[in-house]
């Protein structure tokens, strides 16, 4: 499903250029569960970005489905982003204004799913336990409640891909056990999880681990 080929990342700084990640070669098979295992500043992050379609490589290909992601235009990405990769990031990255439901209705605007937008985020909602909190804004949740709020979020449209960096960073043991919990219940039904962490007690319980060191695979 995934495909990294020579995959390198430079970023300018001033008229100092670094490389973030360097000539990254693995494929990801449909239906896996691979952790990317690096401690903070190795790369991981830049390389959770290039396999999301938030950035462009600057040199190599990263391929999902066969598609080129680096060809893509902005808009191109945007759309195949929403139809194909779920995100769940350690900062929750919800909209404060915004209560859970309408965070959770959000990312169908811009779909083509044309069920009652609202029931089903709704119901969506229910399944994480959050049925009775649907107007509740972030501030007024959990870190563990806001956390199943992105989870619902980036499962609303059904992407087959979830994208999770460091998801249990901001949580207490019990709650960062439910995400994992989750994550491997979705890859049960079929979702390619790819999850970004510097914890090795969670790392090593995927199937794979992609260990990365000074923006080089180890």
């Known amino acids: 499903m995934i495909t990294c080929k020579n995959v390198t990342k430079a970023y300018q700084s ?44 600057s040199q190599g290909t990263v391929e999902i489905g066969g598609i080129d992601m680096g060809k893509l235009t902005d808009a191109q990405l945007a759309e195949f982003r929403n139809k194909n ?44 336990g959050l049925g009775k909190k649907l107007h509740r804004k972030p501030t007024q949740l959990s870190g563990g409640e806001q956390q ?15 994208l999770a960096d460091e998801p249990t960073g901001n949580l207490d043991s019990k709650n960062g056990q439910y995400v ?9 039904f079929g979702k390619t999880i790819i999850v970004v962490t510097h ?3 969670l790392a090593e319980k995927a199937q794979y681990v992609i260990r990365i060191q000074d923006g080089e695979l180890v």
Do not use: C
């Not at 903070?40 to 970005?49: C, D, E, P």
């Open 14 to 57: 001033g008229e100092n250029w670094f490389l973030a990640l360097k000539d990254a070669n693995f494929e990801i098979k449909q239906g896996e569960f691979v952790s990317i295992l690096g401690p903070s500043g190795s790369g991981k992050s830049t390389l959770m970005h290039l396999l999301g379609g938030l950035d462009k490589p």
């Open 85 to 128: 990769i779920g995100f769940v990031f350690q900062q929750f990255n919800l909209l404060p204004h915004l209560s859970a439901l309408d965070n959770v209705i959000l990312p169908l605007t811009y779909s083509d799913i044309t069920t009652d937008r609202r029931k089903y985020a709704a119901e969506m909602l229910a399944y994480f």
């Open 148 to 162: 199943r709020v992105a989870i619902a979020r980036a499962l609303i449209t059904d992407p087959p891909i979830i």
């Open 180 to 188: 994992f919990d989750m994550l491997t219940m979705l890859n049960h």
């Open 199 to 201: 914890d090795h007690v």
